[in-house]
Structure formats: structure tokens, C-alpha cells
């Protein structure tokens, strides 16, 4: 399993186009085959900057949704919200604790 944490800063007056645009995709993009699961955190005190956090069967099935026409057409217009350049991370858990 590889999970996949994306940081995004925006525009700010850009923030209400990326949420829409993530509303109307995100089903699509958590049942792409090999997503697992798909959440949309917003940084605590800057409103503007987003991750998004998905599990992948593995960087093969990532990389076959990279390649696709859905992930094309997603980031091509998320691309042109940003303020900053995005930062993608590709991790595996190491340990959980437990209490």
C-alpha cells in the first residue's frame, strides 16, 4: 500500500473554483481502480492551502492514474489555481501506535 499526501497552496480568491472542481471529481477519483481511500484536509489556520490523502494498491496503480485522461483533465485545471508550486509525497507506514 502507498499513500499519497499532496500539498497545494492557492490563490486565494482561487480557493471556491478548486473546491468546486474537487466536489465534481472526487467520487471519480476514489473509484479509480487501485484507490483505496481519498481525503481533502485544509491546513488549521491558512485557508488556502490543501492536502489531499489517498491510499494506492501500489505506484503502479498511482502511476496508471497519473496517466489517465481523469487525472489529465483534474490537474490541468487545479494547476492553473495554484500560488505555489505543489508538493506530492509517496510514503508507507512505518508503525501505528496504539494506546
Sequence with gaps: MLTRIVRMVFRPEEVSSFLENFEKNK???RNFPGCHHLELWRD?????????????????????YRDSELFKSVWSYTKTLFA???QAF?????HEVEK
Aim: hydrophobic content about 35%; aromatic content about 16%; cysteine-free.
Design 44 to 64: 488549521f489556520t491558512e485557508e488556502n492551502i490543501f492536502m489531499t490523502y489517498s491510499y494506492w494498491e501500489s505506484e503502479e496503480a498511482l502511476n496508471k
Design 90 to 94: 509517496s510514503v508507507k507506514k512505518l
Design 27 to 29: 467520487k471519480a477519483i
Design 84 to 86: 505555489e508550486k505543489p
